[in-house]
């Protein structure tokens, strides 16, 4: 099967930490051995928060701090990239025809941003629906799709299962609610509504539960569901 994951800054690079990327390299791999394309896309963390607040300091305008948070997942995909050694495209591609080019030569590639204006939420999104991925997986810092921020609100309910516009409809109620931080930014959830994908959201702060939801569809996450779709695509069903 061929499964994008899109692993949060805040997951993969609170802080810098090797024996973190390590263990996300690990993941990958075992979802390579197990016969996965996988392609990777990683935020920026607490790293492009530092590079983006001292830049605003000196007076970067928006579009600007979006082109230094877009090189710091760069960055962050290399340190993957090193990790994972010779089954990795050397570099981050720079746009989705590049990315979809390394799967192709079944290399796993490791992307971070594309563009301005946008967080890597969306580039996961667009990555799986342009190498038309079996299934898209969120790492994030949050349990899941909640209807409120779990950790300002201790009686915020989990969602187990979400349609592609249930999912946009709790994001956009999310978003609005200052402070609250969603697990996926809208214009993510909008691209996989549009594209009709299937979605796994779940706490990565454990990497080896990524393993779990992908290879069986096993998690304590939300599910996004395409309207119509079964319960258990045929490559989860095989197992
Ligand atoms: P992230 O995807 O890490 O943003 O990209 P985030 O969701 O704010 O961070 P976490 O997941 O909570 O740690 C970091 C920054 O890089 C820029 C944005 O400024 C974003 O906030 N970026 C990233 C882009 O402008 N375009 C992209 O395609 C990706």
């Given amino acids: ?5 899109s692993i949060g800054g805040s997951v993969l690079a609170p802080e810098l930490d090797s024996g973190r990327v390590r263990d996300h390299a690990a ?6 051995d197990d016969g996965c394309a996988v392609g990777a896309v990683v935020g920026g963390g607490g790293v492009a928060r530092e590079y983006i607040g001292a830049a605003r300091e000196l007076g970067a305008n928006e579009v600007e701090l979006d082109q230094v948070g877009i090189q710091v997942t760069r960055l962050n995909a290399r340190l ?8 990795a495209a050397p570099r981050p591609p720079e746009d989705y025809e590049a990315a979809g080019e390394a799967l192709r030569r079944d ?3 490791v992307m971070g941003g594309v563009t301005p204006g946008q967080t890597t939420d969306a580039v996961g999104a667009a990555l799986a629906e342009y190498v038309d991925a079996d299934l ?3 790492a994030t810092s949050v349990p899941g799709v909640f209807d409120a921020d779990p950790n300002e609100n201790p009686d915020a309910r989990r969602f187990d299962r ?3 516009a249930e999912l946009v409809d ?3 109620g999310l978003e609005m609610d200052a402070g609250s ?3 996926v930014d809208l214009l993510a959830a909008k691209l996989i509504q549009r594209a009709g994908m299937r979605a796994i959201v779940l706490d990565g702060r454990e990497p080896g539960r990524i393993v779990d939801a992908v290879l069986t569809g096993t998690h304590d996450g939300t599910d996004i569901v395409p309207d119509g779709a079964s319960d258990r695509p045929t490559y989860w069903a095989q197992r």
Avoid: F, H, T
């Fill in 181 to 183: 931080s969603a697990p």
């Fill in 1 to 5: 099967m061929k499964v994008v994951v």
């Fill in 80 to 87: 993957l990239i090193a990790a994972l050694g010779g089954a």
């Fill in 170 to 172: 709790v994001i956009a």
């Fill in 107 to 109: 290399d796993v590639c």
């Fill in 162 to 164: 979400l349609s592609g």
């Fill in 27 to 32: 993941v990958i791999e075992r979802l390579v």
């Fill in 136 to 138: 898209l997986v969120y």
